[in-house]
């Protein structure tokens, strides 16, 4: 993806360095992978892996950033950041213009490193990227990318970076729209089962809405390149819920999804990539099995 030359947005807050107490964070694609990946790298008890990964890394950062001594890679990362989430913005806000959908308001970006506070709590490296709907900005650990390039494979394809801030943007699309509300109000009147397949048809549709905006950067600014598309469903494949439990597990529990299975995430990326359709969402499928 090609984005030598584009702006970056002004809508960037950069905690790095700065930290705070730890909780869960709110729906963001990372809430899983990042715990998997240190699961997979140890072969031990995944939740064992995660607290000694985060904390090992917490520290590793804290020494560095602390002096806000920046490598080269993160500063490089966050550029990148910046730039995709000046796409969004201008992509958007067309969008909505087109479709009669309102103002398109921009969220704020949020890097930081280790831990931070949100409207919605606080969160840490390990939940990986998530949008908080409270204060409408969308929370980053550069270190997500770094073990992203890693792990998966994506070094050098800026496209999987843009996926992963593209679907938390989708978040924000669907609070603007109204979806959100409206599924965690649904979410807090269920049982939990009904619940997590609400969260996967959420996460779908952030994931549909990442392809939407995709499909317009293209048009627009003629930025996707050969392969792009094939790395971002690779990586919609690697952070399905089935994919990420059989690796961390064994066995994968149906009942416990929230984001959506490998062949689900990479469906509705490509899907919105080809259509561009606005008026096509996960969120009013009735059927969950149709998904």
């Known amino acids: 993806m090609k984005l030598d030359g584009r702006r970056q947005s002004s809508n960037v807050e950069d905690r790095r360095g700065m930290s705070t107490g730890a909780k869960a964070g709110v729906g963001g694609i990372g809430a899983i992978i990042v715990a998997a990946l240190f699961a997979w790298m140890s072969g031990g008890d995944p939740m064992q892996a995660v607290v000694q990964g985060v904390q090992d890394q917490m520290q590793q950062r804290t020494e560095t950033v602390g002096e806000q001594n920046f490598t080269e890679e993160e500063q490089e990362l966050a550029k990148i950041s910046s730039q995709i989430l ?19 308001t921009s969220p704020t970006l949020v890097l930081f490193s280790g ?30 990318f770094t073990q992203m390039k890693r792990q998966l494979g994506v ?38 089962t009904q619940a997590n397949q609400i969260s996967v048809r959420l996460e779908l549709l952030a994931d549909y809405y990442a392809g939407v905006w995709a499909h317009y950067e293209d048009a627009m600014n003629h930025s996707m390149e050969y392969g792009d598309l094939e790395k971002g469903l690779e990586l919609a494949k690697a952070i399905g819920d089935d994919w990420l439990q059989k690796k961390a597990q064994g066995y994968s529990s149906p009942e416990s999804f929230t984001h959506g299975t490998s062949e ?16 096509t969402t996960t969120f009013s499928v009735q059927n969950y099995n149709d998904l």
């Open 86 to 104: 000046a796409s969004t913005e201008d992509v958007w806000t067309e969008v909505f213009r087109q479709n009669g959908m309102g103002e398109y």
């Open 264 to 279: 689900q995430r990479k469906r509705w990326l490509r899907k919105g990539f080809e259509t561009g359709n606005m008026n």
């Open 115 to 144: 831990s931070v506070q949100s409207a919605c709590g606080s969160a840490t490296a390990a939940v990986g990227p998530f949008y908080c709907s409270g204060d409408q900005k969308l929370y980053v650990d550069l270190s997500f």
């Open 155 to 192: 070094e050098g394809n800026t496209f999987a970076y843009a996926y992963v801030i593209a679907h938390e943007i989708g978040h924000h699309v669907e609070f603007l729209t109204g979806t959100l509300n409206k599924a965690h109000s649904a979410m807090s009147q269920t049982n939990k």
